[in-house]
Structures are given as structure tokens and as C-alpha cells.
């Protein structure tokens, strides 16, 4: 059977975009050796699987800017994205990590789906690899900020810079995080 695994990086960071990859592998038979939730695997390992999961699958990759979840909401943005996914990659079995399909029809949930199906856990390299990415990437344009480090994430680290130099254009605003509540 043919299934689109779809997992997303960056729900819940501070700045940066979500990004959401669906995967379908061209020949389910040959299994891509170490795949996994990519949580569990190191960048280095993440970086090496990335090509070969892109060589060996159909896939789509969808970046929604922190704007777009400022102004309309995280469901919203995977609601969006997910249908993106379903108009791109054809499949009889759609699969995404977690417990909510945001109300996108037909498409199932499994909790932990990352470690249980390969192409869920190929989503997630996919999705994870894109993100870190493109926050090593932006972070040359804001240095400040060492988004290289903590990819955006709410880190100690990271607050302390926001509370150095404030907010810049890839911060989310509509994350609310207590401890910088007078830069909102």
C-alpha cells in the first residue's frame, strides 16, 4: 500500500517557520537503513539521511513563515499545510505524527508515529534538517541572535538575546514566553 508519511519541525520555537514534509518511498521493499524519529538521531546522521530519503521518495516540503503563524495561528498553518501535502503527493494512506489531523480529511494520526512507521520518521528527518537549515542560514543575516545554536527554540540562551536586542523580523510574536512579557 502506498503511504505518505508527514511529520513537522518547529511547532513550538520562538522564531523561525514551521516546516511539514510528507514522504512516500518509491519502493516500499527497500528500507532506508537507521531511519527514526529524528529527535533521536544526531545531526550528523540526519544530514546523511536527508539525500538519501530525498533519492529514494517522492516528497514534498512546506515552509510556513512565522508572519503566516502570527497572523492566522499554528493549526491553522498545518491545516494549510497538510492540505498542501495531499494536493502534491498521491497516496491511498495518509499518516501524520501525533494526535490531531487538524481537521484535514482523510488523513490518520498515530502518537509516536515518527519511531513506528518509516515514512513518518523519513517526514521528520525531512522536516527537521529543512528547518535547522534554514536557521543556520538566517542566522548569518542575524548573528545577534545565534539562531545556528538553538535553531529558535525557547532556550535560556535565546531569551537572553531577545532581551539584549529585542524582537527581529523572524520572531514569532504571537508566542507569548513570560519572561520577556515587555517586548510584547
Not at 514522504?23 to 539521511?49: T, Y
Not at 517526514?123 to 539562531?147: G, T
Request: glycine share 6%; net charge positive; with cysteine.
Amino acid at each position: 500500500m502506498e503511504i505518505c508519511g508527514i511529520d513537522e519541525a518547529g511547532r513550538g520555537p520562538l522564531a523561525g517557520p514551521l516546516v511539514v514534509a510528507g514522504v512516500i518511498f518509491k519502493n516500499r521493499d527497500n528500507w532506508i537503513e537507521e531511519l527514526n524519529d529524528s529527535k533521536k538521531l544526531s545531526e550528523k546522521k540526519r544530514e546523511k539521511l536527508f539525500n538519501i530519503i530525498k533519492e529514494n521518495s517522492l516528497y514534498h516540503i512546506v515552509f510556513i513563515d512565522n508572519k503566516t503563524i502570527d497572523e492566522n495561528g499554528i493549526s491553522y498553518s498545518i491545516n494549510f499545510a497538510l492540505n498542501e501535502i495531499k494536493q502534491n503527493l498521491k497516496a491511498k494512506k495518509y499518516i501524520f505524527d501525533g494526535n490531531s489531523n487538524f481537521n484535514v480529511k482523510d488523513i490518520e494520526t498515530l502518537v509516536k508515529g515518527d519511531s513506528k512507521v518509516k515514512e513518518i520518521s523519513a517526514a521528520s528527518i525531512l522536516a527537521k534538517v529543512s528547518r535547522d537549515r534554514f536557521m543556520i542560514d538566517i542566522s548569518k543575516k542575524y548573528p545577534e541572535y545565534e539562531f545556528h545554536k538553538h535553531k529558535g527554540y525557547i532556550t535560556k540562551q535565546h531569551i537572553e538575546k531577545v532581551k539584549e536586542f529585542g524582537f527581529c523580523e523572524i520572531h514569532r510574536k504571537s508566542f507569548k514566553v513570560k519572561s520577556l512579557k515587555e517586548f510584547y
